[in-house]
């Protein structure tokens, strides 16, 4: 187990250096003398999450899956499946989960006060995707942690996942101008930079759109998936949280708590999108 843990510390450096050396060759906006600044902005939330997430919840995390192990509860652990076939179920369920815990944010007004902040990115790079308020973090592993017992999830299945996941999330972040074939094909199955960068749109009918984690079929299963077929420019960030003490480390700890009426006011509720309507601009 250890070794997985490992091993899914070792994929996500290898995967932001990786990821950040093509940002800097192939970049898909053009690159800016701010950046380093913007980094290390990013990254510091990610260390006080990373912090907070060792302190309050990976013990509880694994008390949580070893007790539910050991009593043989939850769903995964009814069914009569291969290990290998639990596994995969484990994987999908994961992701759907996150794809309404991730859509919930959007709709529900006092979740989306925390998750702005990954929104109001006014670049977006590997490390938007670990810019996230500790808020966020927290509320979002206390739920991870009920849903253990409830699906019957081991230590394992969480490891693997979150090795899948990290990866994918940093890529779709990512600031690399990929082919827009390569895109094409790959988010036939995982969601891609093309549409990640709609989610981040600061015009909110795009913003609501494009949930998916790991997976791209959640967002074609509900009717949210949205792609901007003229190829335009996606203009990054919140309406009303721009300024630049609200970009500094301090400013992004206080968003939830501000009352930035014109941030409030951009919200609309998450409304299905049509599949087949790409044209906005
Ligand atoms: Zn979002
Ligand atoms: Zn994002």
Known sequence: MLDLLQSSKFIVVIAFVL????ERVFPAASDNALRLRHDFRN???????AGLSALLLASLLVFTA???????IGLLNKLSVSPLLS???AIILLDGWMYCWHRANHVVPFLWRFHRVHHSDLEMDASTAIRFHAGEIVMSGLLRVALIPMLGLSLKHLL???ALLLPVILFHHSNVNLPERLDRWLRLLITTPALHRVHHSRRMIEANSNYGSIFSFWDRLWRTFQL??????VDFGVKGLDSESQQTIRGLLQVPFTNASSATTAWTPAAPVPAKSPRLR
Do not use: H
């Open 19 to 22: 990821l950040w050396v093509l």
């Open 87 to 89: 596994t995969l179920l």
């Open 43 to 49: 990254l510091t939330l990610g260390a006080i999450n």
């Open 228 to 233: 901007r077929s003229d190829g335009s420019p």
């Open 160 to 162: 693997l996942y979150d």
């Open 66 to 72: 070893k007790w539910t192990a050991t009593s043989q």
